[in-house]
């Protein structure tokens, strides 16, 4: 049992705070890279990545979190060092532009700032005691601070990254971090850390964890639309994490049946999506897909974690849909564009590890997701093609010259009409 355990693992290590930088995503090439302001003096170092927890601060240092529930939400923001800090920054942007990086190149957190409280997420069960640890609510200096990000960014779009099972506070905000850093440190981002643990067999503990994360990922995606100068606001979910990112906007589409307040929900990118596909369906048919631009849901027959999940479970996973996609599901993909089925099977290096982490790991599924997110581009203008047994979206052949020259045409037409890159 602990063996098998340690696919389902995949989501990431329990060992020190820190990850290796994913490896670049194949679509930079000096001509993309001056294109996309990647160049050499460009580019400023990050001061920041947000984030947002429900987790309970760790009994040795309050600014650090535990894999405790706390039973409130806390905004902050975390710095991160690349590599062991003997380089300069643009040094840093070199080295992660390599294709052949040949040595490990280690992201840390080197310090966290709790801003304080979300009042929203404070409930009679837990606001008396929470409130005696002297925290005060701090929503809007949280919204300040990302406001003041997006007025320095080309792009007003805020970014959610949600994580996996098994993994500590700074996990989500490393992952998040190099993102960013390939997206070129447009917009602001936040990591959602929600109380995992990073034990091997905390999986089904987690998993009830994950369920009470989403009313907390929920208020988060209220309080950014309500509070900030945010034009869009794309959330990336991973493995466990698309579970919750999926409970929590299926919530929202029931709550907005209502009224209230425009979301401005852009892209949902679900990766390695580790629940139940019958689940998602229902979670369509009441109206999940009205309140987004669009949702992505990237599967593979490489991922062994799924695979394991779906032995515990005696039912695949949604990140496995593609084997059993049927008639209905074909048409309804068919008449719904705001719904795209990704298969990466076939993406280089997609299989890299256990076959779950492809997002990060694939340098061909990076950057469709990272040109997705910057561009704005459906499938078939990322180069993608539909396969043969149903509207199911692949990598074929070739793919990264196809992205490269549609990349590289969007870019000209911008150009034309005077707009900056």
Known sequence: MLVMLSFVAGCSSSGPSTLNLMPAPSIYNPEIEEALNITKGVLVPPTEIFYATNRAPAVANSTQYSGDRGGVLRFGEARIMMGKGEHTFEEVREISLLKNRSEEYPLSVTDVHEYGLFSKSLNSFYAEEVLKSGRTAQDDQFAKRINETLANSSRKDVYIYVHGYKVDFDNPILVASELWHFLGYEGAFVAFSWPSTPRTMAYLADLETAEISSYQLRRLISFLSENTDAERIHIMGYSVGARIVVKSLSQLSLTRRYGGEKLRIGHVMLFGSDLDADMFGA?????????????????????????????????????????????????????????????????????TGNGHAYFRKSPWVSSDVLMSLKYNLKPGERGLKREDYGPIWTFPEGYMEKLHERIMRRLAMKRAKGVNP
């Open 283 to 351: 979670n369509i048919n009441e109206g999940l897909l009205d309140i987004v631009d669009d949702i992505t849901l990237y599967i593979s027959e490489n991922d062994q974690a799924l695979a394991f999940s779906g032995w515990i479970f005696s039912r695949s996973r949604l990140g496995q849909l593609a084997s059993e996609i049927t008639l209905t599901v074909k048409r309804f993909l068919e008449g719904n564009p705001k719904l795209s089925v990704v298969d990466v099977t076939k993406a280089s290096a997609s299989d």
